[in-house]
């Protein structure tokens, strides 16, 4: 079976899990296989257009959006990374709307 590893902020969506295994195919359908499993985790990384723009999935260290996209074929011993892009920070004193 594919093993999917789940970055720490996805694991809540998906009963705090490090990784699910599902079986291979292509890539739409192993995301299909998630969201049969973990709904709201499928959510997060979905959307009606496809993977979400800022979550990241890499097969085997590359991003699947230069292998195929959802068509992307899955083996059964291969490491998908689902990753979603982080972003912000804060100030100094710990504020994150401060206005100059």
Known sequence: ?????????????????????????????????VGSIHPQLYERIMDSAGVRRFVNIYLNDEDVRSTGGLATEVGEDDVLMVIPAVAGGST??????RES
């Open 92 to 97: 100094e004193d710990g504020d994150l709307h």
């Open 1 to 33: 079976m594919a093993r999917i590893v789940l970055a720490t902020a996805l694991r809540p969506a998906a009963a705090h899990a490090k990784e699910i295994r599902v079986s291979a195919g292509t890539l739409e359908e192993v995301l299909s296989e």
